[in-house]
Nanobody, 123 residues
Framework: QVQLVESGGGLVQAGGSLRLSCAAS????????MGWFQKAPGRGREFVAA????????YYADSVKGRFTISRDNSKNTVYLQMSSLKPEDTAVYYC????????????????WGQGTQVTVSS
């Protein structure tokens, strides 16, 4: 069992930056692939970024490549999402998730979810 708690969301102007954090409680954090997903109004939950559980391979959605950076600190049981050059279309609730499987970009492969944190980017 893993509990995930996101923090760091808020209101920011276009072009600004935010850093989201996701703290995990439970065991064997390093055994989980950690992902970030976003859910914008009227849209489904979409993949943003992931850091895999074995090799720590990093993946990004095309829409955030070059602007967002995912990182994980296994000693602190925490995964981060550094968001830069934010755009109004980045406005969404951002969710942290964990899975022990082989996938990384399909929400249905994730076993545990945080409650989400709101990011609002004004134009």
């Amino acid at each position: 069992q893993v509990q995930l708690v996101e923090s760091g969301g808020g209101l920011v102007q276009a072009g600004g930056s935010l850093r989201l954090s996701c703290a995990a409680s439970g065991r064997a954090f390093s055994s989980y692939t950690m992902g970030w997903f976003q859910k914008a109004p009227g849209r489904g939950r979409e993949f943003v970024a992931a850091a895999t559980r074995i090799r720590g391979t990093i993946y990004y959605a095309d829409s955030v490549k070059g602007r967002f950076t995912i990182s994980r600190d296994n000693s602190k049981n925490t995964v981060y999402l550094q968001m830069s050059s934010l755009k109004p279309e980045d406005t969404a609730v951002y969710y942290c998730a964990a899975n022990m499987g082989l996938g990384y970009d399909n929400q249905y492969e994730y076993d545990y979810w945080g409650q989400g944190t709101q990011v609002t980017v004004s134009s």
